[in-house]
């Protein structure tokens, strides 16, 4: 990409409201809307004010409003190290899961507990903290709790590594009821992420004649698990009996007709498993909400 692509590729568009950020034909701070856009980055933008008068300015003397405005709330938060505040982090994925060989990637998750002060503040905490260069994942005691009430995968996933590096004795405090994650809506969640590789799968038969094979053996090994949940009510991450079968599918070894066919297999050991199950309808809110409240408490 050339410099003056760069620039392009950052104008602002047409209809944003903007600050000036000097004196024209009104004071500075005057709000404007954009009404013309420059063709290149060293032209001006066309700035109409409140009183139908245009002046033309250069990027950097006007913001945009929205980010203008909201400046003072979120600087505080550049000199907090939330990352201090991890309190339960694992390896997930294929490292986890005993797939892994020489190129695979470590991934990170986990919790972090902000100061309550910093929580109950008019700056707020974000919801997590992510780290792409080092793959890494945090999210916020309260949004975790949420996911994992929602029966997100890779989320209790993450309450079940056998990879752990830190655990807070407050996050000891949630791996010792974990349990109350687990309902029927693991039926609902697993399978719709079942769909999701599948649909994946399927644009691949058709575009390129053939499946990725880390599609195929995710898909597989959801599957798997969610039957395993249904049936015993835990969170299998380690996929030590199928192991050997699912590296095959990573590495072209079983033909995607007998992965098919151990696919629609799966999937009536999954409605199966489904109707025998003795998990609840639903999570135990009250309980993880309790838990929430004494976290948030231990933290003042």
Known sequence: MT??????????????????????????????????????????????????????????????????QSEGLIT?????????????????????????????????RGIYLPPADLHWSLYGVPEQLENDEAQECFWELQKFLVLCLKANPNVLECLYSPLVEICHPIAQELLDIRSI??????????????????????QDLRNQGSVRPKHAMHLIRLLLSGIT?????????????????LLNIKYKQTSWEDVNAWRLQLHEEFDRAFTQTTLPDRPDYDQANAFLLNARRTMT
Request: hydrophobic content about 35%.
């Open 3 to 68: 410099h003056t692509q760069a620039q392009i590729n950052l104008i602002v568009p047409i209809g944003t409201q903007v600050v000036t950020q000097i004196e024209t034909q009104s004071p500075k701070g005057s709000v404007g809307t954009i009404i013309q856009i420059p063709t290149d980055g060293n032209h001006t933008y066309h700035i109409q004010l409140p009183t139908g008068a245009i002046v033309p300015l250069k990027r950097h003397e006007f913001s945009i409003r929205k980010q203008f």
């Open 76 to 108: 505080p938060l550049i000199d907090r190290k939330l990352d201090d505040h991890v309190i339960y982090r694992v390896i997930i994925g294929s490292r986890a899961y005993g797939l892994d060989d020489e190129n695979s990637d470590t991934d990170r």
């Open 181 to 202: 994650f687990l309902s029927k809506l693991i039926y609902q969640t697993y399978n719709s992420y079942v769909l999701s590789q599948f649909k994946k799968m399927e």
């Open 229 to 245: 949940i249904l049936r015993e009510g835990f969170v299998p991450v380690q996929i030590d009996q199928h192991r050997e079968a």
